[in-house]
């Protein structure tokens, strides 16, 4: 009778593997070592005041970073959202001094549909590679943008007040900006985990050539998500606007590598196949608190930038050596 002796599993690597199984524990962990370290520094910071000051200032980034989520899945990037959102809130506030708020509503959205078309279109049919694409569109949006503002700057412009309440606003110490942000996230959650085109998005980024194989119109896949991309954009331009109260033409720029380093930080694969919103949301809590924690540091803007680059090469890295030891 023979026996076979079971080697046991080391610790460390038990560890690692739960982690890696469970990725949202050590997004909680880390954003909990934050908010103590920023107490620490701080004391008496973090109260009531400031959960909900840090809820509204990541609100944005967090749906900005789930426009990356949805396209890093497809092995993609959409660097036109800060364009397209900061176009939105100029429009907006520029239209709504002469036009009706619905009216200006849907002048403000057009150009986000029509450069998340010329996206899906640029990528999905003449197979454009998607950061070339999105950056191309970005900086044409730009441009239009700096023509349009000189033709409505003797009009001035306007922060409609539903946008000021909606991004300033608290009801019973709760940010008001929360009833857009929680249907959207949950629209987002239950479209990546429950429905067909979710479960496409996922395909495409896992094996393209198979999902085209197997009937999948790749083109039609990718127009959509770049249209929904640039339409979340819009939207959240809109309430950045309400947030910040200042239009300008760089207005949602700086939101736009935070919102790559958040979806990574979530756990999102730059290679596609691989991720979820509900960790790019923690991702976007950890960096709006790094934010804090950097400005009571005294960091300059070109050194926290520096920090996300940085940020996504260490998580990039992570993943990689997770991929090779399973």
């Given at each position: 009778?023979?026996?076979?002796?079971?080697?046991?599993?080391?610790?460390?690597?038990?560890?690692?593997r739960?982690?890696?199984?469970?990725?949202?524990?050590?997004?909680?962990?880390l954003?909990?070592?934050?908010?103590v370290?920023?107490?620490?520094?701080?004391?008496?910071?973090?109260?009531?005041?400031?959960?909900?000051n840090?809820?509204?200032?990541?609100?944005?980034?967090?749906?900005?970073?789930?426009c990356?989520?949805?396209?890093?899945l497809?092995?993609?990037?959409d660097?036109?959202?800060?364009?397209?959102?900061?176009?939105?809130?100029?429009?907006?506030?520029?239209?709504?001094?002469?036009?009706?708020?619905?009216?200006?509503?849907?002048?403000?959205m057009?150009?986000?549909?029509?450069?998340?078309?010329v996206?899906?279109?640029?990528?999905?049919?003449f197979?454009?590679?998607?950061?070339?694409?999105t950056?191309?569109?970005?900086?044409?949006?730009?441009?239009?943008l700096?023509?349009?503002?000189?033709?409505?700057i003797?009009?001035?412009?306007k922060?409609?007040?539903?946008l000021?309440?909606?991004?300033?606003g608290?009801?019973?110490?709760?940010?008001?900006a929360?009833?857009?942000?929680?249907?959207?996230?949950?629209?987002?959650?239950?479209?990546?985990?429950?429905t067909?085109?979710?479960r496409?998005?996922?395909?495409?980024?896992?094996?393209?050539?198979?999902?085209r194989?197997?009937?999948?119109?790749?083109?039609?896949?990718?127009?959509?998500?770049?249209?929904?991309?640039?339409?979340?954009?819009?939207?959240?331009?809109?309430?950045?606007?309400?947030?910040?109260?200042?239009?300008?033409?760089?207005?949602?720029?700086?939101?736009v590598?935070?919102s790559?380093?958040?979806?990574?930080i979530?756990?999102?694969?730059?290679?596609?196949?691989?991720?979820?919103?509900?960790?790019?949301?923690?991702?976007?809590l950890?960096?709006?608190?790094?934010?804090?924690?950097?400005?009571?540091?005294?960091?300059p803007?070109?050194a926290?930038?520096?920090?996300?680059?940085?940020?996504v090469?260490?998580?990039?890295?992570?993943?990689?050596?997770?991929v090779?030891?399973?």
């Open positions: 009778m023979s026996t076979t002796a079971i080697t046991p599993v080391p610790f460390g690597r038990r560890i690692k739960f982690m890696a199984d469970r990725p949202l524990i050590p997004l909680i962990i954003l909990v070592i934050l908010v370290i920023l107490q620490i520094l701080r004391p008496g910071i973090v109260n009531e005041r400031w959960i909900a840090t809820i509204k200032f990541a609100i944005p980034l967090a749906i900005l970073a789930g990356q989520t949805m396209t890093m497809t092995g993609g990037i660097l036109s959202v800060g364009t397209v959102a900061t176009m939105s809130a100029f429009i907006m506030a520029t239209q709504v001094v002469n036009q009706d708020p619905a009216v200006a509503f849907i002048m403000a057009m150009p986000a549909v029509l450069i998340g078309l996206n899906g279109i640029g990528v999905g049919v197979r454009v590679h998607p950061l070339i694409m950056l191309g569109t970005s900086l044409i949006g730009t441009g239009c700096q023509v349009y503002q000189r033709t409505v003797a009009s001035g412009a922060i409609p007040d539903f000021a309440w909606l991004g300033t608290l009801s019973w110490g709760i940010p008001n929360l009833l857009l942000f929680v249907p959207l996230a949950a629209l987002i959650v239950f479209t990546l985990a429950r067909g085109f979710g496409l998005l996922y395909a495409v980024g896992d094996n393209e050539r198979a999902t194989l197997s009937g999948v119109q790749y083109w039609q896949v990718i127009s959509a998500l770049y249209v929904i991309s640039s339409l979340l954009a819009g939207i959240t331009g809109l309430l950045y606007i309400g947030l910040i109260k200042a239009p300008s033409l760089s207005l949602a720029e700086p939101l590598l935070p790559v380093a958040a979806a990574v979530g756990g999102t694969s730059i290679f596609g196949g691989r991720g979820g919103y509900t960790g790019t949301i923690i991702g976007a950890i960096l709006t608190v790094l934010t804090t924690l950097l400005t009571i540091l005294q960091m803007e070109g926290r930038r520096i920090l996300f680059g940085l940020i090469l260490f998580v990039t890295a992570a993943y990689l050596r997770i090779e030891e399973r």
